[in-house]
């Protein structure tokens, strides 16, 4: 059973508006050159990509911490429009990786709604019956990285994720805990390693590595399957990290909808800060309207605060706060917070909620019809992930701060979805697996396919995967691997929407054909 979580939540805490602006004032355009490393700045912070940079050659990860704004709601397809998405395709052209990272393990919404990151979730178990999983979320979650894990006290309990092959490793996140269970790990049915996760104490922040195969389709399918479980033997697992290599750089976003600063504790943040490149705290939406309405809440809000500051600077960690508070004006308590843990962490603080008006806090309606960068009053748009996600890329420093660019020119090779009869995957990994991206003004085709024997015509996909974001101008025509005597065995054809066909002729006497292909596109126009 696919799981979902709506963002709802996100809304559970009515906010008390300040006046709004003018409504003909125009925040979008105000941007200026702060003064300080706590300052966002357009034109980057040099000292800010130099501390990152310096970073990353002792602890690869960079977490990004948030609740439904960074997990993605309302940017439709999460791949490639959510800021988090958009903004680590930036960081990997930045450092020369190309790592996917964590993904948020919930949907967003439902129904005609629904949208999700890269893979897709279902809970079963070996019995074929309803889901048994149970979450920690919201204050029962305060010790998971990402404020949401799932736990299973049942034997043959399976979480499965689906995946398009374009990584090489996943890295498999789970609790461990005072006589924990075991569970396996099976990709593409084939087993990969057993992990036992009993600890003497509570453990945050283990991975299990496992190498990624594609199947026949070009997909992955990852099963973790409790083998030893019950209610004094739990297992705990809470998620996915996709990446192209071990000890590298990758972002993992720790977001979930619904989360909350105050609901995060001390060890979990120290387990984070202890081991990370960067930290992008992205909380503090969701906690504003109970640290206005309650000083005792508010006091929990800034011990958190105080603990981030601490961790910080005990481990030299290069923090950025990206205020997404939108209703409130800068003396409101959570902002203020905001902006002190990162002028105490000499880190940079980006002021959104300024930079949508000159004249104090906007209204929902203005946000959203006035300035079109929103899909209701707490939530952005696809506009709106855009304008975040290259913002924070000019306040950090990065050198690309443009999201066609990094979609258009840098995003990852996007796996073909092989479904036809007779054809199937020749490559098995994220380096020789069918798939097709962009390149500026052109798209590069690999394909690496095995069944075309004889001289039968073999379908190899129906149209271009959506998320690869491939419009062609126009059908064209390429040889099959030609012989060493220059004999063409037939050819490739490949149509404006992407379907493909290999059409082998009688000199043909292979079954697998390795082609390369580059070929105009039409403008791809990313927003």
């Known amino acids: 059973m696919a799981s979902t979580l709506s963002d709802a939540s996100e809304n559970e805490v009515p906010l008390q508006l300040a006046p709004s ?23 980057g912070n040099a000292v800010m990509r130099t501390r990152v940079r310096n970073s990353i ?18 940017a439709l397809d999460l791949y490639r429009n959510s800021w988090v998405n958009v903004f680590k395709r930036m960081v990997n052209l930045e450092f020369g990786v190309n790592s996917y990272g964590f993904v948020p393990m919930m949907s967003l919404g439902s129904g ?11 809970f079963t178990n070996t019995a074929g019956g309803s889901n048994r999983w149970s979450a920690r979320s919201a204050a029962t ?28 490793r ?18 593409n049915g084939a087993l990969q390693a057993t992990v036992n996760t009993a600890s003497a104490t509570r453990r945050l ?19 973790c399957e409790t083998t030893l479980a019950n209610s004094s033997s739990p297992v705990e697992l809470c998620g996915f990290s996709y990446v192209a290599n071990t000890n590298t750089l990758m972002v993992n976003n720790f977001s979930q909808s619904g989360r909350r600063l105050r609901w995060m504790d001390e060890a979990t943040i120290q387990a984070l800060m202890q081991g990370c490149a960067m930290f992008v705290m992205a909380l503090g939406y969701n906690d504003s309207g ?8 508010f006091a929990e809000f800034k011990q958190r605060i105080d603990w981030l500051i601490h961790y910080a600077n005990l481990y030299d960690v290069p923090m950025v706060v990206p205020d997404f508070v939108w209703p409130f004006g800068p003396s409101d308590i959570t902002r203020q917070e905001l902006q002190r843990l990162a002028n105490e962490t000499k880190g940079v603080y980006i002021p959104f909620p300024d930079y949508f008006s000159k004249l104090g806090p906007t209204t929902n309606e203005y946000r959203v019809n006035t300035l079109k960068l929103f899909q209701d009053g707490a939530h952005p748009n696809v506009a709106g992930h855009k304008y975040i996600a290259e913002t924070i890329a000019k306040s950090v420093g990065l050198s690309c701060s443009s999201k066609k660019e990094v979609l258009d020119s840098h995003d990852w090779w996007y796996p073909l979805k092989i479904s036809s009869s007779g054809a199937s995957s020749a490559g098995r990994n994220s380096d020789n697996v069918s798939a097709v991206r962009n390149n500026g003004p052109a798209f590069e085709l690999r394909l690496n396919v095995d069944g075309i024997s004889g001289s039968t015509p073999r379908g190899i996909q129906s149209a271009w995967p959506t998320r690869a974001g491939i419009q062609q101008a126009s059908s064209t025509i390429h040889q099959l691997a030609i012989k060493g005597d220059g004999t063409s065995r037939g050819t490739f054809t490949i149509a ?11 000199a043909n006497e292979i079954s697998t054909h390795s082609v390369s292909i580059s070929a105009p596109t039409a403008d791809h126009g990313a927003v």
């Open 21 to 43: 602006g003018d409504a003909n004032s125009k925040g979008v355009d105000i941007l200026v050159e702060g003064s300080g490393s706590t300052e966002s700045t357009v034109f």
């Open 57 to 74: 050659s002792v602890n690869p990860p960079i977490y990004v911490l948030g609740d439904s704004i960074s997990h993605g709601a309302f």
């Open 112 to 122: 005609a709604t629904l949208s999700t990151d890269i893979e897709q979730l279902t």
């Open 141 to 168: 979650g305060s010790y998971v990285p990402q404020g949401l894990s799932w736990v299973s006290t049942n034997v043959g309990d399976i979480l499965r994720t689906q995946v398009p092959c374009f990584q090489r």
């Open 170 to 187: 996943a890295y498999i996140w789970y609790i461990a805990n005072p006589g924990g269970g075991s569970f396996t790990v099976k990709v």
């Open 205 to 223: 922040i283990m991975v299990q590595v496992v190498a990624l195969t594609a199947d026949a389709s070009g997909d992955v399918i990852i099963e």
């Open 290 to 297: 109970d640290n206005v309405a309650d000083p005792v809440y």
């Open 496 to 506: 404006s929407g992407g379907a493909i066909t290999a059409n082998p002729n009688v």
